[in-house]
């Protein structure tokens, strides 16, 4: 009688178990993953408010800078280093990368590298053309100096003041796993960038996405 009760026991224990497995793995959390990217700095009007924004969220992102910028501040590249950003090389000048030939190119990017490298320690892996033109003339050399060239999937226009609420819906409603975004740190007066962030990141952190370095994003794709 015993044993008929412990068999009993046994087998509802197995029945109870087996839906309680198939529903774990059907709840896998999809993988969420985007990157914040942040050109054109640094610069004292707005980085550091960007980089407070990033804080309050606990949020890490890219900030494809100018050489130019780096060495005119060096306390914000300090900053942006020390608040645990990556950072990644946008040429020195800025100058249209189809204007420049392949020397041009060579020493735009090497310049901004040393930059980066005499404030920070750290040599650039990573590549951003200005206005994301690239030929392939540019591309040949920019592999060859060992660079990722990265572009982006969303593109906030903030570079073109778009009002703030405007930036935040595109996003909510076109933000997908392995996005990269599109955003500048500097643009001069009235930049739309940090209100549109206060816009968009709550929500998209309360639909479960993470937010990762441009870096981290491209390293695990290639896996
Ligand atoms: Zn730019």
Known sequence: MKRGICLLLFISLIIACIPVNCSASQSEPQEKR???????????????????????????????????????????????????????????????????????LKNEIEACDQAIFEQTGKHSKLFRPPEGAMTESMRTVVKQLGYTSVFWTLDTRDWAHTPPDRISDYIIQNAKNGDIILMHDYIGANSPTVAALEGFLPILLEKGYTFVTAGELLSNSHQ
Do not use: M
């Open 34 to 104: 985007i990157a914040l990217t942040f050109d054109d700095g640094p610069h004292p009007r707005q980085t550091r408010q960007i980089l407070d924004v990033l804080d309050k969220y606990g949020i890490k992102a890219t900030f494809f800078v100018i050489g130019v910028n780096v060495r005119n501040y060096p306390g914000i590249i300090a900053e942006v280093q020390a608040r645990g950003h990556e950072l990644a090389n946008h040429t020195t000048t800025h100058s249209h990368a189809k204007k420049l030939d392949s020397i041009a």
